[in-house]
């Protein structure tokens, strides 16, 4: 399946893994991008030593593109940040930040910026500054979800941007792709399935367990991580 994601990332699948802490290790990334997807690494728990051997660890498993994720609001991001441009990471996935200067120095070497966005406002700020492409974040999400349904902001968004639209919070399967495809976007997240996957570090009685559990009780929302975007 083509679309403008899988064209702009050089994927053959419109389907990323978020970089999700302690979980988008680089077994998984690369597993997710040697399936044809997108893998983001996850570097909020690393440390710029432990991210660039991540990414050098990424790259012995596959020669497919990959990407870093970076949430700017928290410690040492920055320099993560610095790590996966100088190794010439090809895609950056930031949020919670202004990202403005890490577009320039990825683009400078042919990266693509992806940039996690809640609202129409910070979608706008974010394509104003150059980001390639938006990871639309809607409330079922985890982590940095924000307060309206995917349904709602992916179509909203959708229409007020001109560069293309990653869906994310609440997909999991080709239904809900088609969903996401017929809201506008032209690719989808999914986080909680691919943690549940084979190659998910998670232990197999986590995994069993969210499979297991109806929606009512997987579902729940937490104030823990949070802070302006």
């Given at each position: 399946?083509?679309?403008?994601?899988?064209e702009l990332?050089?994927?053959?699948?419109p389907?990323?893994l978020?970089?999700m802490?302690w979980?988008?290790?680089?077994?998984?990334?690369?597993?997710?991008?040697?399936?044809g997807?997108?893998?983001i690494?996850?570097?909020?728990?690393?440390t710029?030593?432990?991210?660039r051997a991540?990414?050098?660890?990424?790259r012995?498993?596959?020669d497919?593109?990959?990407?870093?994720g970076?949430?700017?609001?928290?410690?040492?991001a920055?320099?993560?940040?610095?790590?996966?441009?100088?190794e010439?990471?090809?895609?950056?996935?930031?949020?919670?930040?202004?990202?403005?200067?890490?577009?320039?120095k990825?683009?400078?070497y042919g990266?693509?910026?992806i940039?996690?966005v809640?609202?129409?406002?910070?979608a706008l700020?974010?394509?104003?500054?150059?980001?390639d492409?938006?990871l639309?974040?809607?409330h079922?999400?985890?982590?940095?979800?924000?307060?309206?349904?995917?349904?709602v902001?992916?179509?909203?968004?959708?229409?007020?941007?001109?560069?293309p639209?990653?869906?994310?919070?609440g997909?999991a399967?080709?239904r809900?792709?088609m969903?996401?495809?017929?809201l506008?976007?032209?690719a989808?997240?999914m986080?909680?399935?691919f943690?549940?996957s084979?190659?998910?570090?998670?232990?197999?009685?986590?995994?069993?367990?969210?499979?297991?559990?109806?929606?009512?009780?997987?579902?729940?929302?937490?104030s823990?991580v949070?802070?302006p975007?």
């Open positions: 399946m083509k679309t403008r994601i899988t990332l050089g994927i053959d699948a389907l990323i978020p970089g802490s979980i988008s290790t680089p077994q998984l990334v690369a597993a997710v991008s040697n399936a997807g997108l893998g690494l996850a570097s909020g728990p690393l710029p030593e432990e991210t991540s990414i050098r660890e990424i012995e498993l596959t497919k593109p990959f990407g870093v970076v949430t700017l609001l928290m410690p040492g920055k320099e993560n940040a610095m790590i996966a441009l100088e010439k990471v090809p895609v950056i996935n930031f949020s919670l930040g202004k990202g403005d200067w890490l577009v320039k990825a683009h400078e990266g693509k910026v940039a996690t809640v609202s129409e406002k910070h700020s974010a394509q104003s500054i150059g980001a492409a938006l639309v974040t809607g079922e999400a985890a982590a940095h979800g924000g307060d309206v349904t995917s349904l902001l992916v179509p909203s968004i959708a229409s007020k941007v001109d560069i639209v990653i869906a994310t919070g997909f399967d080709a809900g792709l969903a996401a495809l017929s506008g976007a032209e989808v997240a986080g909680s399935r943690a549940t084979a190659d998910s570090p998670l232990h197999n009685h986590v995994k069993e367990t969210v499979v297991k559990k109806s929606e009512q009780e997987s579902t729940l929302k937490t823990m949070s802070g975007e």
